[in-house]
């Protein structure tokens, strides 16, 4: 009996261990994200109505074709390849072929002296980012980044045991708001995040932006005693309006470590292909990318699909038909400030992020649904009072959904924002 006892009463023990052990991913079951949430409503609205009554501006996922000649490659490589080549593992840091390929077209878009061992291949932008927290902080290390956020930011550097810490936004431009940025750059703060063109105002960060803010990090990094890194995630850098481009964020301050996704340029959200490219000058580079290899064996986002490096290795100076997202812009820019809608015109990406006619842009999304607008509060992005609208959507579409912006606001508002 005394044996079945012990038995019991390990057994006991185990389930408590095994509670406590996933207890934290148990507790962001009850933190889904927003999005995600508005995103399946409309996919069930769509269901009773037909998707195309549906107005979902909720989900950035890109609407437009990949470009043809990546198409292309794919047909002419799956004929013409070996299958072992296309659909084996490729190397824990990727194709040698592709990570060269990639580091002579920053250096010839950028000129910074990229080699591939500066070059590791990842599963995206959050691939990318997932081994670049990785590399230089610690549990209890302190990130910075910059009020409007992508949400996802907190599970991606909370989960690694560092801190991420929201500089609040500056509404009026939604640069950074440099004042309280210096606050609250103190000792534990290893990494600045960035991301530009930002998701989700779609503000691009000005060069003199990016200038003021790599001489803070300069001096700050002397005064502290320790280098601050600058992450860059850059899955939106090739949607960028009016013939402008944006200004690359690694020419500003060495110690960059630039995060890449092919997922919004190529159109390939599905395929989870991306880069980590460690700046050259970077204190530390010899050593990050063979980082890299070692931080992958723990966390999973090893050996993204060799055909898809292959694939976008041929490609890197295409891009998808972005064009449509700019006409997307001006059709909803124009109509919401013709409404009265305070806004920041987008510079790039597919979003858009007007200040709700209230301050409560969760009770103004609520009204919204009642109209089939689909709208994401500015909340959870660290910015209450705004909304969010991914515009990456058919146009003919958002040319539909318009008078139903008029109708919310003559008939919630008075016509008045």
Do not use: W
Not at 239 to 252: K, M, W
Not at 266 to 276: A, M, N, Q, T
């Amino acid at each position: 009996m005394a044996i079945y006892a012990v038995k019991g009463e390990l057994s006991r023990r185990l389930r408590r261990k095994f509670i406590m052990l996933v207890q934290k991913y148990k507790d962001m079951l009850s933190g889904k994200s927003v999005i995600r949430q508005l995103s399946e409503f409309a996919t069930a609205r769509g269901q009773e109505i037909g998707y195309e009554n549906v107005f979902d501006y909720s989900l950035g996922n890109p609407s437009v074709p990949v470009p043809g000649e990546f198409t292309d490659v794919m047909l002419r490589m799956l004929e013409t390849r070996e299958t072992s080549e296309l659909h084996g593992y490729s190397p824990s840091l990727g194709i040698t072929g592709v990570r060269e390929a990639v580091a002579a077209s920053l250096e010839k878009r950028f000129g910074i002296p990229y080699r591939k061992e500066h070059i590791f291949m990842a599963s995206g932008a959050a691939g990318a980012l997932a081994h670049a927290f990785r590399l230089v902080t610690e549990p209890g290390d302190e990130i910075l980044t910059f009020a409007p956020f992508f949400p996802e930011y907190h599970p991606y550097v909370d989960l690694t045991g560092a801190v991420l810490k929201i500089v609040p936004p500056d509404c009026g431009s939604f640069q950074i708001n440099f004042e309280k940025f210096e606050e609250m750059l103190t000792q534990k703060v290893m990494a600045v995040l960035v991301n530009t063109p930002n998701n989700p105002s779609g503000v691009v960060y000005s060069g003199e932006t990016l200038q003021r803010l790599g001489d803070i990090l300069r001096k700050k990094s002397a005064e502290h005693g320790h280098t601050i890194y600058l992450i860059s995630d850059e899955p939106y850098r090739e949607i960028v309006f009016d013939g402008a481009e944006a200004p690359c964020v690694s020419r500003f301050y060495d110690n960059t470590i630039m995060c890449y996704s092919f997922s919004k340029s190529l159109s390939l959200p599905g395929e989870r292909i991306g880069y980590v490219a460690v700046h050259p000058g970077c204190d530390g580079a010899e050593f990050m990318v063979p980082m890299c290899g070692q931080i992958s064996r723990g966390i999973g986002h090893n050996c993204p699909p060799s055909i898809i490096q292959l694939a976008v290795a041929e490609v890197l100076d295409k891009t998808a038909d972005i064009s449509v997202y700019e006409t997307n812009r001006d059709l909803i820019y124009n109509e919401l400030t013709g409404l009265g809608f305070d806004c920041v015109k987008p510079g790039g990406t597919f979003y858009i992020f007007p200040k709700a006619p209230e301050e409560d842009a969760k009770a103004f999304c609520q009204k919204a649904l009642k109209y089939d607008l689909v709208l994401v509060p500015g909340d959870t992005f660290g910015a209450p009072g705004f909304f969010r609208m991914a515009y990456c959507i058919d146009t003919e579409k958002v040319k539909r959904s318009l008078p139903a912006f008029g109708r919310l606001m003559e008939e919630e508002y008075k016509g008045r924002a």
